[in-house]
């Protein structure tokens, strides 16, 4: 997806100044001991005050704070029709919203009334698709994209397709409006990083699911509100990349065209820009990803797409029917992703040669002209407006793929039964009851002190504020089982993260292999995870970890190997020439100088993780994400859901600021 140059970008923004090494000799801090002796206490006050004040509370037991958030959804009820705000305001951006997105179903998805039939058929569509690609990328990728449009309609989906397609353009779209002069911006100016960073946390921290009941109450359900859950999501990841690629651009560089007394606008347009161009692609496509790996969640808001079947088929746990619209999701993915990126890179090949211009305009104008012909025919023959049911396979391919999952778990049931139950009897019990039975006091005392320790005074205002936010939620103890789940989940990504990651950092062959799955996985709703992991674990705590560990893993992977890629060659060769391993490559020279992309990588990994909290909810997991769940489900425990989904968010925060800042320090010492 990158190249060195783009990837040598990947790792997280720099620390602060004043947490950057000093330049005397660093001061020892013992940290080992300190955590020891942590420990230690923390284990014999849970010996000595075990279940004791843990602020337990009952499913159906509500706080104050959760009877006055439900207050709050009800008077937004009833001034929603007429309050200036909601009324006018919102009211009218969602019909706006849901008129463009209707206008552009009825051109290319949905009948056009009084047609039968969409205004441009499936052959105008993949025609139109194929010459874009070809104008703005490469003719290797027009032929992908012409391949993938057509496996749309033979994998049975051609209408849910475009309009998956339809939302994700529209989303990234927004997104890209807002986030890259956002972006910019932060990059320019430390107190606008500062002020917006904890904003894009909340926004990536707190659970998708989280955002239904309040965005459904605000937005109504329909596309507009689709839309507004995609965007939240999908807008972290192209600002944060964006600030760092633009950051990231060489101190000399910049120097170099200062002194030539440009302009802090020409500077931006004519250095910075250009040469983070690459790494703000590959922001644009992990945003493309996430707004993909929202169209199932956007389909319980009634948003139009491939989520629909995806859920309908979990409801009946028919792994066949999931799987058919979730590979199309994936070419859909794969095929924008190779898109965008070769059009970045199409500049840079016509500096080198190759076609000239007049013969490119030629060949575009003709291309042009097969359009004009293929749209005039889908619009007035029916069999080339509607793809034609002959050549649908999706069917059969769902029936293939039950009957060998049935195989496969008839087969391995009783081993990966075993295998649950020792992780969960070994493992995750003896560490749940550490975290949730300890008393609240014991247990925000050890997380500050660990705080302190690790990363010092800044981590250990966060945690408190944190603390005081999840005490002030109600759900002490149900976070620190989300804790449990979380922290296990977290070391399994970033221990597969960093084997794999490291294997196609130093190897292109690995590399070529591996990115292709990776991607795939990536894209894949959230819930698709949950059908082959149920089956294989049944419900259960281990389920939900299982499922967030695959969703996590691909990003957090691919960070890692554009990290360790985009170490110096200069240093690697001088390391070779000194005689070093390929162990004493790896952890002296690579991974510590690939530490800040380990450092996004964990910050990534963690939130992802937390993204399926409330999806394991629904598996066996409990505590906050079923809690979410249930909010959105039950009326009478909207505020408790909320407040669940505050929870989540203020636990992402606490535990991604203490891994940030001890990364600092390690980093110093």
Avoid at 182 to 191: A, E, P, T
Avoid at 293 to 312: D, E, K
């Amino acid at each position: 997806m990158t190249t060195v140059e783009a990837t040598r970008r990947t790792g997280a923004a720099p620390p602060p100044k004043e947490e950057q090494p000093d330049t005397g000799a660093p001061r020892k801090r013992r940290t080992g001991m300190w955590l020891a002796i942590i420990a230690a206490v923390w284990l014999v006050g849970w010996a000595l005050l075990k279940n004791q004040d843990t602020l337990a509370i009952g499913f159906q037991d509500q706080t104050g704070f959760h009877t006055w958030l439900n207050g709050v959804r009800d008077d937004i009820q009833l001034a929603a029709p007429t309050n200036w705000f909601f009324h006018d305001i919102i009211g009218n951006l969602s019909t706006f919203a849901n008129s463009v997105i209707e206008q552009i179903q009825h051109l290319i998805s949905t009948p056009a009334p009084p047609r039968p039939v969409p205004q441009i058929g499936w052959l105008g569509v993949v025609a139109l698709l194929t010459w874009i690609a070809v104008a703005f990328a490469s003719w290797r990728t027009a032929i992908l994209v012409l391949l993938s449009t057509l496996a749309f309609g033979v994998l049975g989906y051609w209408q849910d397709s475009m309009d998956t397609l339809i939302m994700t353009g529209v989303a990234v779209v927004v997104c890209v409006l807002v986030g890259l002069p956002l972006g910019i911006g932060m990059s320019r100016r430390k107190w606008l990083s500062e002020a917006i960073t904890p904003v894009l946390d909340v926004m990536q921290t707190m659970p998708s699911f989280a955002y239904l009941a309040p965005f459904a109450l605000i937005f109504g359900i329909g596309p507009s509100c689709a839309i507004a859950l995609t965007v939240v999501y999908s807008l972290p990841p192209l600002v944060r990349i964006a600030e760092h690629g633009i950051r990231s651009v060489s101190p000399g560089t910049i120097e170099a065209a200062s002194s030539l007394g440009v302009t802090r606008r020409q500077l931006l347009r004519q250095v910075q820009l250009p040469m983070a161009r690459r790494t703000i692609v590959l922001g644009v496509n992990q945003s493309t990803m996430a707004a993909l790996s929202m169209v199932t969640i956007a389909a319980f808001v009634n948003g139009p797409g491939l989520g629909q079947p995806v859920i309908q088929a979990l409801q009946n746990l028919d792994v066949g029917g999931a799987a058919v619209p979730s590979i199309a999701i994936v070419l859909m993915a794969i095929t924008l992703d190779r898109t965008t990126t070769a059009a970045s890179e199409r500049a840079e090949r016509q500096k080198r040669g190759g076609v000239s211009a007049r013969t490119r305009r030629i060949g575009l104008g003709a291309g042009l002209v097969v359009v004009a012909v293929a749209i005039y025919l889908s619009r007035f023959y029916i069999q080339l407006a509607d793809f034609p049911s002959g050549a649908v396979i999706g069917p059969q391919l769902a029936d293939r793929i039950n009957s060998a999952t049935n195989t496969v778990v008839s087969n391995a049931d009783t081993l990966t039964a075993a295998f649950k139950n020792l992780v969960t009897s070994g493992f995750l019990n003896p560490l749940e009851s550490l975290l949730a039975s300890s008393p609240w006091y014991l247990m925000a005392a050890v997380l500050l002190a660990v705080a302190y320790v690790v990363g010092g005074w800044r981590p250990l205002v966060t945690t408190a504020v944190c603390e005081a936010i999840i005490f002030a939620a109600g759900l002490w103890n149900d976070a620190m089982i989300t804790l449990t789940t979380t922290i296990v989940a977290t070391v399994l990504v970033m221990v597969i993260a960093v084997v794999v990651g490291v294997w196609m950092g130093r190897s292109r062959r690995a590399d070529t292999v591996i990115r292709p799955f990776l991607d795939a996985l990536q894209t894949l709703p959230p819930f698709v995870y949950l059908v082959p992991a149920l089956a294989l674990f049944a419900a259960s705590r281990f389920t939900a970890i299982v499922a967030a560990v695959a969703y996590a893993v691909p990003l957090a992977t691919k960070l890692v190997a554009d990290g360790i890629r985009g170490v110096s060659p200069t240093t690697v060769e001088a390391a070779h020439a000194a005689g070093s391993t390929r162990w004493q490559m790896i952890s002296k020279v690579q991974l510590p100088m690939a530490r800040s992309a380990l450092v996004l990588a964990t910050n990534q990994g963690l939130l992802y993780v937390l993204s399926m909290v409330v999806i394991g909810g629904m598996v066996g997991a409990g505590s906050l994400g079923y809690l979410v769940v249930s909010g959105f489900s039950q009326t009478q425990l909207f505020g408790k859901g909320l407040a669940a989904g505050i929870a989540i968010t203020a636990l992402g925060v606490m535990v991604d600021r203490i891994a940030r800042y001890a990364a600092v320090r390690y980093g110093r010492a």
